[in-house]
C-alpha cells in the first residue's frame, strides 16, 4: 500500500522530540515530503533525514498532490488560520494541541475541515499513551464500577537554565501564549472528562506565576471539576519542579467499585538520580516521555484516512477539553464558579 | 530553665496511647497522672493514678496538660486547664464553635495558661521536617502546597470533621500569609455523608494551597490513624514531597535528593514542644486555633453551593 505523504508545518521542540521520531517509526506507513518553518534551519534540519523539501513558508507544501495530510506543530494561535488553509487544500490534519485559543477559532477548524471533508486529529496524545489507555480499558471493564473521584497531577520540571515560560521562548510571551492552562492543563482536563465520560458542570481554579524569569505567563494552575454524573475532578500542574521530581504524573481515579492509580513513583521500576536529575529507565513506557504514544497517534490518522472512517478521537473532544480549560482560566480570573453546558 | 515537667493526660485518645505506649524515659517529661472516661487502663499502663479532671488541673505542681478527648468534650478541658494556668497541648478542633474558642481564650487570658497547637502531621517527624525545610532560605519563596488526606470508605460524618482539621492545622502552619480566597468543590461521593472536599486557597502573597479530602479508599487500599497523606510543596528554589505514612521526609534539590527517615511518634514531638514552651518559648495556639477555625467557617460556607 503506498505510503501517506506528509508535511510538517513547525519545526520546533514538539516536533523533534516527537512527530519526526513518531514518523521514523511509522516508516512503512508514511513519508516526509516537506516541512516549514519560519526557522529557515529548523525546517531544514528536520527535512534533511528524510530528503523532503523545506520552506519557511507552509502554503506551497499544500499545493502537492504527493502530500495527503499535513502534521500542524506551531503555537495554539497560528492553528485556526493554517488548519482552514490545509482543509482547503483538502489535506488531512493532525493538529498539536491545544486546538486553538477560541471555542469560536476551533469552531472555524471544525467547519472547514467538515466542509472538505477531510480528517481532522488533535493531538492529545494522552489518549494514545499506554498508561492511559489501559485505564481506560479497565473502566470501559467496570474494574472500579462507576467513576466518582479523580485527580491527575502534572508536576512539571523546570529547565536549567530556564528558557520556557522566559522571554527566549514564545512560551513566555504574554501576547501569544497560552500558559501552562493550553499547554498542560488542557491534558488534564481531556482526561478528566474521558475518563469519566461525562459532561463538565462547574470549574473553579486558581492559576500563577511561579518561574523566576516569567513576565507574567501563567504557569500553575489548580482546577476543580463538577460533572454531570455528580463525579468530581482536579488538577494541580505547575512547571516549577526541580529535575528528578519524582511525583511528575500522579492519576489517581476511584469509583464504586475500587480505585485505579498510575502514579509517577509507583510505576517506575528503576530510577537512576544523577547531577541534573533523574530518569527512569525501568518502566520508560508506563511513563510519558515517550515515542510509542505519538506513533500511535500519527497511526490513528492514517488507519482513519485508509478505512475511510472517523478518527477515534473526534474534533469535538478536543473543543469541549478547550471549553473546560477556557473556563477554568476564567474562573480563576473571575473568582466566580463557571457552569458550563445545561448549567451555565 | 531545667527540671522535671509533671504532665497530666485527659482522655484515652491516639495520641495519649501512644504517649504510654513509649514508656519512659521521655525526657524531662514525667507523666504524672491521668484523668477522663476510659482511662484505667491507660493509667494501669503507666504506672499512674486515675483522678478527676477538676483534680488533675488543680494540682499546683502539674505544669502542662495533654487533652486528647473527644471532640466534643475538648473544648471545656481545655478552658479548664488554661484557666488553671497549665500549658496545654490538644489536637484540632479544639473547638467546634466561635462561642467554646472565645471561652478558650477568655481562660487563658484569666488563668495565665498557654495552648499548643496538637496536629499530627505538624508534630510528626516527616511534617515537622518539612515546616523546617520550607522555611529555611534555601528553599526560597513557597509558590503552592498540595496536601491530600485519604482515608478508607468505611468512615461516618462529615469530611470536613474527620480530616479537615488536621489539614487546616498544617496548612496554616506553612502558609504564612493570610488566606484571601476560598474555594470547595465537595460531595458525598461514595455515601450518604460529604465525605469528598477539594479545596482552592489563595493566600495574600499568592501562595495557591490545594487540599483533597476523601474517604475514598476501597478495602484493597487499607489505611490507619489518619490515613494517606501526601504533601508537595514548591519553593522558588527547591520542593518538598512529604508522605507521614511513608518513613522518610525527601528534599529535592536541582543537585539531587536528601532522604531523613523519620523517628518518633507526634506525641513526642508535642511534648517537646511543651518542654520549649515551659523553658519560654513563646507560643500562639490560640490565635492559629482561631485562624483555622475561622478558615474552616469559611470553607464550610463555600461548601454550601454544592
Same mark, same amino acid.
Given at each position: 500500500?503506498?505510503?501517506?505523504?506528509?508535511?510538517?508545518?513547525?519545526?520546533?521542540?514538539?516536533?523533534?522530540?516527537?512527530?519526526?521520531?513518531?514518523?521514523?517509526?511509522?516508516?512503512?506507513?508514511?513519508?516526509?515530503?516537506?516541512?516549514?518553518?519560519?526557522?529557515?534551519?529548523?525546517?531544514?534540519?528536520?527535512?534533511?533525514?528524510?530528503?523532503? &523539501?523545506?520552506?519557511?513558508?507552509?502554503?506551497?507544501?499544500?499545493?502537492?498532490?504527493?502530500?495527503?495530510?499535513?502534521?500542524?506543530?506551531?503555537?495554539?494561535?497560528?492553528?485556526?488560520?493554517?488548519?482552514?488553509?490545509?482543509?482547503?487544500?483538502?489535506?488531512?490534519?493532525?493538529?498539536?494541541?491545544?486546538?486553538?485559543?477560541?471555542?469560536?477559532?476551533?469552531?472555524?477548524?471544525?467547519?472547514?475541515?467538515?466542509?472538505?471533508?477531510?480528517?481532522?486529529? !488533535?493531538?492529545?496524545?494522552?489518549?494514545?499513551?499506554?498508561?492511559?489507555?489501559?485505564?481506560?480499558?479497565? #473502566?470501559?471493564?467496570?474494574?472500579? $464500577?462507576?467513576?466518582?473521584?479523580?485527580?491527575?497531577?502534572?508536576?512539571?520540571?523546570?529547565?536549567?537554565?530556564?528558557?520556557?515560560?522566559?522571554?527566549?521562548?514564545?512560551?513566555?510571551?504574554?501576547?501569544?501564549?497560552?500558559?501552562?492552562?493550553?499547554?498542560?492543563?488542557?491534558?488534564?482536563?481531556?482526561?478528566?472528562?474521558?475518563?469519566?465520560?461525562?459532561?463538565?458542570?462547574?470549574?473553579?481554579?486558581?492559576?500563577?506565576?511561579?518561574?523566576?524569569?516569567? !513576565?507574567?505567563?501563567? &504557569?500553575?494552575?489548580?482546577?476543580?471539576?463538577?460533572?454531570?454524573?455528580?463525579?468530581?475532578?482536579?488538577?494541580?500542574?505547575?512547571?516549577?519542579?526541580?529535575?528528578?521530581?519524582?511525583?511528575?504524573?500522579?492519576?489517581?481515579?476511584?469509583?464504586?467499585?475500587?480505585?485505579?492509580?498510575?502514579? &509517577?513513583?509507583?510505576?517506575?521500576?528503576?530510577?537512576?538520580?544523577?547531577?541534573?536529575?533523574?530518569?527512569?529507565? $525501568?518502566?520508560?513506557?508506563?511513563?510519558?516521555?515517550?515515542?510509542?504514544?505519538?506513533?500511535?497517534?500519527?497511526?490513528?490518522?492514517?488507519?482513519?484516512?485508509?478505512?475511510?472512517?472517523?478518527?477515534?478521537?473526534?474534533?469535538?473532544?478536543?473543543?469541549?477539553?478547550?471549553?473546560?480549560?477556557?473556563?477554568?482560566?476564567?474562573?480563576?480570573?473571575?473568582?466566580?464558579?463557571?457552569?458550563?453546558?445545561?448549567?451555565? | 530553665?531545667?527540671?522535671?515537667?509533671?504532665?497530666?493526660?485527659?482522655?484515652?485518645?491516639?495520641?495519649?496511647?501512644?504517649?504510654?505506649?513509649?514508656?519512659?524515659?521521655?525526657?524531662?517529661?514525667?507523666?504524672?497522672?491521668?484523668?477522663?472516661?476510659?482511662?484505667?487502663?491507660?493509667?494501669?499502663?503507666?504506672?499512674?493514678?486515675?483522678?478527676?479532671?477538676?483534680?488533675?488541673?488543680?494540682?499546683?505542681?502539674?505544669?502542662?496538660?495533654?487533652?486528647?478527648?473527644? !471532640?466534643?468534650?475538648?473544648?471545656?478541658?481545655?478552658?479548664?486547664?488554661?484557666?488553671?494556668?497549665? #500549658?496545654?497541648?490538644?489536637?484540632?478542633?479544639?473547638?467546634?464553635?466561635?462561642?467554646?474558642?472565645?471561652?478558650?481564650?477568655?481562660?487563658?487570658?484569666?488563668?495565665?495558661?498557654?495552648?499548643?497547637?496538637?496536629?499530627?502531621?505538624?508534630?510528626?517527624?516527616?511534617?515537622?521536617?518539612?515546616?523546617?525545610?520550607?522555611?529555611?532560605?534555601?528553599?526560597?519563596?513557597?509558590?503552592?502546597?498540595?496536601?491530600?488526606?485519604?482515608?478508607?470508605?468505611?468512615?461516618?460524618?462529615?469530611?470536613?470533621?474527620?480530616?479537615?482539621?488536621?489539614?487546616?492545622?498544617?496548612?496554616?502552619?506553612?502558609?504564612?500569609?493570610?488566606?484571601?480566597?476560598?474555594?470547595?468543590?465537595?460531595?458525598?461521593?461514595?455515601?450518604?455523608?460529604?465525605?469528598?472536599?477539594?479545596?482552592?486557597?489563595?493566600?495574600?502573597?499568592?501562595?495557591?494551597?490545594?487540599?483533597?479530602?476523601?474517604?475514598?479508599?476501597?478495602?484493597?487500599?487499607?489505611?490507619?490513624?489518619?490515613?494517606?497523606?501526601?504533601?508537595?510543596?514548591? $519553593?522558588?528554589?527547591?520542593?518538598?514531597?512529604?508522605?507521614?505514612?511513608?518513613?522518610?521526609?525527601?528534599?529535592?534539590?536541582?543537585?539531587?535528593?536528601?532522604?531523613?527517615?523519620?523517628?518518633?511518634?507526634? !506525641?513526642?514531638?508535642?511534648?517537646?514542644?511543651?518542654?520549649?514552651?515551659? &523553658?519560654?518559648?513563646?507560643?500562639?495556639?490560640?490565635?492559629?486555633?482561631?485562624?483555622?477555625?475561622?478558615?474552616?467557617?469559611?470553607?464550610?460556607?463555600?461548601?454550601?453551593?454544592?
Amino acid at each position: 500500500m503506498d505510503r501517506i505523504g506528509l508535511g510538517l508545518i513547525g519545526c520546533g521542540g514538539i516536533a523533534r522530540s516527537a512527530h519526526l521520531p513518531a514518523m521514523g517509526q511509522l516508516v512503512d506507513r508514511v513519508v516526509l515530503r516537506a516541512t516549514a518553518d519560519i526557522d529557515a534551519a529548523a525546517a531544514a534540519a528536520a527535512a534533511a533525514p528524510w530528503g523532503a &523539501d523545506h520552506a519557511t513558508d507552509y502554503r506551497a507544501m499544500l499545493e502537492r498532490p504527493d502530500i495527503q495530510a499535513v502534521v500542524i506543530a506551531t503555537p495554539e494561535y497560528l492553528h485556526a488560520d493554517q488548519v482552514e488553509a490545509a482543509a482547503a487544500a483538502g489535506k488531512h490534519v493532525l493538529c498539536e494541541k491545544p486546538m486553538a485559543r477560541t471555542l469560536a477559532e476551533a469552531d472555524r477548524m471544525i467547519a472547514a475541515c467538515a466542509a472538505a471533508g477531510v480528517q481532522l486529529l !488533535v493531538g492529545h496524545s494522552r489518549r494514545f499513551t499506554r498508561r492511559y489507555m489501559e485505564i481506560r480499558a479497565a #473502566i470501559d471493564r467496570g474494574d472500579i $464500577g462507576d467513576i466518582r473521584l479523580m485527580r491527575e497531577n502534572e508536576r512539571r520540571m523546570r529547565a536549567v537554565p530556564q528558557v520556557w515560560w522566559t522571554p527566549k521562548h514564545w512560551t513566555g510571551n504574554p501576547q501569544v501564549s497560552g500558559g501552562a492552562p493550553m499547554m498542560n492543563a488542557i491534558h488534564e482536563a481531556d482526561l478528566l472528562r474521558w475518563f469519566t465520560g461525562a459532561q463538565a458542570r462547574t470549574v473553579q481554579a486558581e492559576i500563577n506565576v511561579t518561574i523566576e524569569g516569567n !513576565v507574567g505567563v501563567t &504557569d500553575f494552575i489548580s482546577f476543580t471539576v463538577g460533572f454531570d454524573n455528580g463525579a468530581i475532578g482536579s488538577a494541580e500542574v505547575l512547571n516549577c519542579a526541580p529535575p528528578g521530581y519524582p511525583a511528575f504524573h500522579m492519576m489517581e481515579l476511584y469509583g464504586t467499585a475500587g480505585a485505579i492509580r498510575a502514579r &509517577d513513583h509507583e510505576l517506575v521500576g528503576l530510577t537512576r538520580y544523577g547531577n541534573v536529575g533523574a530518569d527512569y529507565p $525501568g518502566t520508560f513506557d508506563m511513563l510519558l516521555h515517550n515515542l510509542p504514544a505519538y506513533a500511535r497517534e500519527l497511526a490513528e490518522l492514517v488507519g482513519a484516512i485508509r478505512e475511510g472512517r472517523p478518527v477515534v478521537m473526534p474534533p469535538s473532544e478536543a473543543r469541549a477539553a478547550l471549553e473546560l480549560t477556557l473556563a477554568a482560566v476564567r474562573s480563576a480570573q473571575t473568582g466566580e464558579v463557571v457552569r458550563l453546558g445545561a448549567g451555565a | 530553665m531545667s527540671g522535671v515537667i509533671r504532665l497530666g493526660v485527659i482522655g484515652a485518645g491516639a495520641h495519649a496511647t501512644e504517649l504510654v505506649a513509649h514508656g519512659a524515659p521521655l525526657g524531662r517529661i514525667a507523666l504524672a497522672a491521668v484523668a477522663g472516661q476510659g482511662t484505667e487502663a491507660l493509667a494501669g499502663r503507666a504506672g499512674v493514678p486515675v483522678v478527676d479532671v477538676d483534680t488533675l488541673v488543680g494540682d499546683p505542681g502539674l505544669r502542662a496538660v495533654l487533652v486528647d478527648a473527644p !471532640v466534643a468534650e475538648r473544648a471545656a478541658l481545655v478552658a479548664g486547664a488554661l484557666r488553671a494556668g497549665k #500549658i496545654v497541648v490538644c489536637p484540632p478542633p479544639v473547638a467546634l464553635d466561635a462561642a467554646a474558642l472565645d471561652a478558650i481564650a477568655a481562660a487563658a487570658q484569666a488563668g495565665g495558661g498557654r495552648l499548643l497547637c496538637g496536629g499530627e502531621i505538624a508534630h510528626g517527624e516527616p511534617g515537622r521536617r518539612g515546616l523546617a525545610a520550607m522555611t529555611a532560605p534555601e528553599f526560597g519563596p513557597l509558590r503552592s502546597l498540595y496536601l491530600a488526606i485519604r482515608q478508607p470508605r468505611c468512615g461516618e460524618g462529615d469530611v470536613l470533621d474527620a480530616i479537615g482539621w488536621e489539614a487546616l492545622d498544617f496548612v496554616l502552619a506553612a502558609v504564612p500569609g493570610k488566606i484571601e480566597k476560598v474555594r470547595v468543590n465537595a460531595g458525598a461521593q461514595f455515601g450518604a455523608a460529604r465525605d469528598t472536599a477539594v479545596i482552592l486557597l489563595r493566600s495574600a502573597d499568592d501562595v495557591v494551597v490545594t487540599i483533597e479530602l476523601s474517604r475514598c479508599l476501597p478495602a484493597s487500599l487499607p489505611a490507619t490513624g489518619l490515613g494517606e497523606v501526601e504533601i508537595d510543596v514548591m $519553593g522558588a528554589l527547591q520542593a518538598l514531597r512529604i508522605t507521614p505514612q511513608s518513613t522518610a521526609v525527601r528534599v529535592h534539590r536541582d543537585g539531587g535528593t536528601d532522604l531523613a527517615p523519620w523517628l518518633d511518634a507526634p !506525641v513526642l514531638a508535642m511534648l517537646r514542644a511543651v518542654v520549649a514552651a515551659c &523553658d519560654g518559648q513563646a507560643t500562639d495556639g490560640i490565635g492559629r486555633t482561631r485562624a483555622v477555625f475561622d478558615l474552616m467557617e469559611r470553607i464550610r460556607k463555600e461548601a454550601v453551593l454544592f
